[in-house]
């Protein structure tokens, strides 16, 4: 659960996750947040891992995979911070992985009722279109930050994850699917963020839809082919943990 100045709406989060699949261990990763997100995470049961600074969501997530490697988790799962993220789906969203190394939980997908208008929506449109073409597997939602990894994926991710805009969602996918991941997506429902303030305005949407054009040019255009052991090597780490993450 990647965290920068949540402290509105991440205890409840974490309370409401841990209540719905008390097996599942949740890890934050406080992204150098200026407000009480830390230590209203680990109030409310979390693992927190401080970040000195912010690095963005990229950053953070990377840290994430880091720490699961450390630990030799199996699997992943990213839910959001703010609420948005659905935690009776986190077990759908893992399952996923039974036949893939990435599984997304995707909106537009014949669930819930969430909704996108305007340069956001056609953006999401255009860019799962194109990445449905390079996975070979009809995907709806690229965009979406609510998405599971296997042992396969989290050594790719730590090798490979991008820091840079919308490269935790666009470049992260277009990467992996090029170095040899299989993705799927199941359908999720997903609401408004339960607090703060949202990252897309309306003229942040239209900034939104030309960046991630050229996000995916350039993700299109990296070359990745990585080695055998690279993904397929046993975890390594001194401290044993089970489950997911």
């Known amino acids: 659960m990647p965290a ?9 989060t974490i309370r409401h996750v841990r209540d719905v699949v008390p097996q599942h261990d949740v890890l934050v990763v406080d992204d150098g947040s200026k407000d009480d997100t830390p230590r209203i995470a680990e109030q409310a049961g979390a693992t927190v891992l401080r970040l000195p600074f912010n690095l963005g969501v990229g950053g953070a997530m990377r840290a994430g995979f880091k720490y699961a490697l450390r630990h030799r988790y ?8 703010d609420g ?4 009776h789906d986190i077990d759908r969203v893992l ?9 997304i939980g995707a909106r537009f997908a014949g669930r819930g009722s969430y909704g996108a208008k305007g ?11 194109v990445i449905s073409a390079v996975a070979r ?3 709806t939602d690229v965009t979406s930050g609510f998405r599971a990894a296997n042992e396969r994926a989290i050594r790719q991710y730590i090798s490979h994850f991008p820091t840079e805009y919308l490269g935790d969602t666009i470049d992260s ?23 703060g303030t949202p990252s897309q305005g309306p003229v ?12 995916l040019c350039f993700a299109l255009a990296r070359r990745r082919t990585p080695r055998a052991a690279e993904l397929h090597a046993p975890l390594s780490g001194d401290i044993a943990g089970e489950g997911s993450v």
């Open 4 to 12: 920068w100045n949540e402290a509105e709406a991440i205890g409840n």
């Open 74 to 81: 199996h699997a992943v799962i990213q839910v959001d911070a």
């Open 84 to 87: 948005q993220h659905d935690p």
């Open 95 to 103: 399952a996923g992985l039974e036949h893939s190394d990435i599984s």
């Open 119 to 129: 340069p956001r929506r056609w953006a999401m449109f255009f860019l799962a279109k």
């Open 137 to 139: 597997t009809p995907l």
């Open 173 to 195: 996918l277009v990467v992996a699917i090029k170095s040899g991941c299989k993705v799927t997506q199941v359908p999720v429902e997903m609401k408004e963020r339960q607090a």
């Open 204 to 215: 942040k949407s239209s900034i939104y839809l030309a960046r991630s054009g050229l996000v």
